[in-house]
């Protein structure tokens, strides 16, 4: 009799083990989900033939964007992304947005691809954060746009003239005179001494010495009363000087440009 209680207690007590293990193994699976979707932001919807998935992340990268995202395939196809002139890799599990503008704020970016079993993946990105530049080379584009325009280029606009200088297809004096002809340029600044100013920070990234500031001012006073050239002939004739001097020229080697 006290032996057929033993074994039923110990029979019972193997049972209620099993049981606690199974829940244990469901609960662990249940915070795991809920983990990853709170790290994740969010759902990640399964269907027959395609896997969606939205993040938000705020990763700091001067011209890329990396995240890790479980389950991410070795083959991948077909990819297509939202953003002009950037390129999308994967290696080991980790989703690489290259070649993306510095200081930006990326919001609904759509990254989509396939596997090599038709799957069709569609990941969407809020809040993916780039730093400022340090690169020579974004630098130098970041700030003609700051100090000639007051702002920080968008996306498309520092695509647009990085490319081209990165190609060769322009020089750096080119584009310097392209912002400082621009009409956003010259409604900014209006009279001799705004300009000057600017022209400084534009071409040299820094504010005058009172002698240079005054050596310009002659000079732009000179060239209206001698050759009979309008304003903004004017403040050409003296942007393309300065661009001549060894200051702009040594930052243009540093970033990798024509001159």
């Not at 989900?33 to 994740?40: A, E, S, T, V």
């Not at 896997?51 to 705020?58: D, F, G, H, L, Q």
């Not at 004017?234 to 000087?241: K, Y």
């Amino acid at each position: 009799m006290n032996c057929d209680i033993l074994i039923y207690k110990d029979y019972k007590e193997q049972f209620i083990m099993r049981i606690f293990r199974k829940f244990n193994k469901l609960f662990c699976g249940i915070s795991l989900l809920l983990i990853l979707q709170i790290f994740f932001a969010i759902s990640i919807n399964m269907r027959a033939n395609s896997i969606t998935s939205k993040a938000v992340s705020n990763r700091y990268f001067e011209d890329k964007f990396e995240i890790s995202i479980p389950a991410l395939p070795t083959f991948y196809d077909n990819v297509f992304i939202n953003l002009d002139d950037v390129r999308v890799d994967i290696k080991n599990g980790v989703l690489i947005i290259k070649d993306l503008a510095p200081d930006q704020v990326y919001n609904d970016v759509k990254v989509t691809f396939t596997d090599n079993v038709g799957r069709k993946y569609e990941l969407e990105f809020d809040n993916v954060i780039t730093s400022l530049p340090v690169k020579s080379e974004n630098k130098f584009v970041y700030d003609v746009y700051e100090n000639g325009l007051g702002r920080k280029p968008d996306h498309n606009g520092f695509k647009f003239w990085h490319g081209r200088l990165k190609n060769l297809e322009i020089t750096a004096s080119e584009f310097v005179n392209e912002i400082i002809s621009s009409n956003e340029f010259n409604s900014i600044y209006k009279d001799i001494d705004e300009k000057i100013n600017a022209l400084y920070k534009t071409i040299v990234g820094r504010e005058p010495d009172e002698e240079g500031f005054l050596y310009w001012v002659s000079e732009f006073n000179f060239i209206i009363d001698e050759e009979d050239l309008s304003f903004g002939q004017a403040i050409n004739r003296l942007s393309n000087r300065m661009i001549s001097e060894g200051e702009f020229k040594n930052l243009v080697n540093e970033a990798g440009f024509l001159i």
